[in-house]
């Protein structure tokens, strides 16, 4: 059973920055593929960024390319997401996942495991 849990959510202003880390415990993490997802009010959880087991492939979703940045530091069972640029568009409650085949860039569903998420809050 792997836990996955999130952290260094908070409130910044709008080109602000933020890097959120997800440490993890149980498993075999440097076989994990990694995601984070988030979910603003009223809204369905999406894919933010995904990375594989090895690190030399990730995924980002078109609006956050160029301003987010996942990392993973399987010595330290930890994968963590820099936002740069924030905008008010990224508020949302950020959630870490891990992926048993490894490849991380799988549907949302098939994720195997989650943690309990960090609010982003980016003001205006």
């Known amino acids: 059973q792997v836990r996955l849990s999130e952290s260094g959510g908070g409130l910044v202003q709008a080109g602000g920055s933020l890097r959120l880390s997800c440490a993890a415990s149980g498993g075999t993490f440097n076989t994990y593929g990694l995601g984070w997802f988030r979910q603003a009010p009223g809204k369905d959880r999406k894919l933010v960024t995904t990375i594989n087991w090895s690190g030399d492939n990730t995924y980002y979703t078109d609006s956050v390319k160029g301003r987010f940045t996942i990392s993973r530091d399987n010595a330290k069972n930890t994968v963590y997401l820099q936002m740069n640029s924030l905008k008010p568009e990224d508020t949302a409650v950020y959630y870490c996942?891990?992926?048993?085949?490894?490849?991380?860039?799988?549907?949302?569903?098939?994720?195997?495991?989650w943690g309990r998420g960090t609010q982003v809050t980016v003001s205006s």
């Open positions: 996942a891990a992926d048993a085949s490894g490849y991380g860039y799988i549907p949302m569903d098939d994720y195997d495991y």
